[in-house]
């Protein structure tokens, strides 16, 4: 069983940065490939980002390619999305995931295992 704790959420203007992070318990945290997704009022939860369980692969969805990133730090169980020039569209919960049997990266929610709470990202314009 793992669990996935988000924080760095909150409120920021169009054009600003926020840096997202999750951490998850246990030991075995380098053996799962992690995700983010974000789901906004009324819409269905959406892909961002993925990273293999070595960091050395990384996907992002078109909407926010050349504007976030995914990385990873297997010593402190932590992934950490960091997120420049937001857009009041980027505006969401942001969830991390992760998944036990994916070599590389996958972009499906149904193949993640465990989920976090969430945090929420709100850009104003």
């Known amino acids: 069983q793992v669990q996935l704790v988000e924080s760095g959420g909150g409120l920021v203007q169009a054009g600003g940065s926020l840096r997202l992070s999750c951490t998850a318990s246990?030991?075995?945290?380098?053996?799962?490939?992690m995700g983010w997704f974000r789901q906004a009022p009324g819409k269905e939860r959406q892909f961002v980002a993925a990273?293999?369980?070595?960091?050395?692969?990384?996907v992002y969805a078109d909407s926010v390619k050349g504007r976030f990133t995914i990385t990873r730090d297997n010593a402190k169980n932590t992934i950490y999305l960091d997120m420049n020039t937001l857009k009041p569209e980027d505006t969401a919960v942001y969830y991390c995931?992760?998944?036990?049997?994916?070599?590389?990266?996958?972009?499906?929610?149904?193949?993640?295992?465990?989920w976090g709470q969430g945090t929420q990202v709100t850009v104003s314009s």
């Open positions: 995931a992760a998944d036990r049997d994916t070599l590389t990266t996958t972009r499906q929610p149904i193949n993640y295992d465990y």
């Open positions: 246990g030991p075995t945290f380098s053996r799962y490939a």
């Open positions: 990273i293999s369980r070595s960091g050395s692969i990384t």
